[in-house]
């Protein structure tokens, strides 16, 4: 898309509308895109710091201080601009859930340009703006994501757009005759150590840049996320591992395998300790866990 209309970027403002309660400034903030994707400019207002920026968009901490190369240890300028990643974990362009994350056209466009764009199908972008043509009026506002943060609650919007039902007609054919009668033969269960993952294929990309160094014996327990149970989308809370690295999770019981990715690290209270990770409620589903309280997982990275 960048490579063949490179003007296309200029053709957009990109903003997304919050309430002035949940900032000291009201502005629209730009939704920008660089080489590694899009992300939202925040001006730091006073008594604002990485910990309660990155909880207001659901963003760890180290990550975003990773993210903006700055030192997590200290704090932050009145009106310095950070910069918040937009991930899979806190942007959604599939569920219609969450803060909408609007595009106003500076120009007329195609629909189908846009939706190449911010990685939206076009349906969807129909649904969620009340749309049926396909062309882009200059001026005109649109939806084209929503923020994934329980901070917003009072901004946030829900839609429900399921894909069009097509009718194929089917051709009369002729019965087949019975296949012949078979004995049946007995299964032999073997043990499996794959799933379909999301993180799968990126897992195989980062060993072979950098080969598995550890394979470890950890006990998990779990912390509740909407993705992952259509999506194949895992997630962990680990310390010590950068955000973004992809590790594979193994039941020892059933060798049923996952492959997550890492948020960041896990919060210091009282109710994990003794855990060495926490896993997302879908992936225990996925492994085929029975309790979700505190159970022995094989971690390889």
């Known amino acids: 898309m960048m490579n063949t209309r490179p003007a296309i970027f200029g053709f957009f403002v990109l903003m997304i509308l919050l ?68 991930s899979d974990s806190n942007f959604g362009r599939k569920h219609a859930e969450g803060v909408p994350v609007y595009l106003t056209a500076a120009t007329d466009d195609d629909i189908s340009d846009l939706a190449k764009f911010v990685g939206v199908e076009v349906r969807l972008l129909q649904c969620w703006n009340q749309q049926t043509g396909v062309v882009i009026k200059k001026g005109s506002r649109w939806i084209i994501g929503f923020l994934i943060t329980p901070e917003m609650t009072g901004q946030q919007l829900k839609f429900s757009c399921k894909p069009k039902e097509v009718t194929v007609p089917i051709e009369p054919q002729a019965t087949p005759p019975p296949p012949p009668a078979q004995t049946p033969q007995p299964v032999q269960p073997s043990p499996s150590t794959s799933s379909i993952s999301f993180f799968e294929s990126a897992f195989l990309e980062q060993v072979q840049k950098n080969p598995t160094s550890q ?87």
């Open 19 to 86: 309430s002035g309660t949940l900032f000291a400034q009201q502005f629209p903030l730009r939704l920008l895109k660089s080489n590694n994707g899009f992300y939202l400019e925040h001006k730091v207002s006073p008594k604002q710091g990485l910990y309660s920026i990155g909880r207001l968009y659901s963003v760890h901490p180290n990550y975003l201080a990773s993210y903006n190369n700055l030192d997590s240890k200290k704090g932050l300028q009145i009106d310095q601009l950070i910069r918040i990643p937009l």
């Open 215 to 301: 394979d470890l014996k950890v006990f998990s327990s779990v912390f509740k996320t909407k993705s992952g149970w259509f999506d194949g989308k895992h997630y962990v809370l680990i310390d010590n591992l950068v955000p973004g690295t992809i590790v594979k999770l193994i039941n020892p019981i059933n060798r049923q395998a996952i492959y997550a990715k890492v948020l960041g690290e896990m919060p210091r209270i009282k109710q994990n300790e003794g855990l060495d990770i926490r896993i997302s409620d879908a992936a225990v589903e996925k492994l085929g866990l029975t309790g979700t309280e505190r159970f022995p997982l094989q971690l390889i990275y």
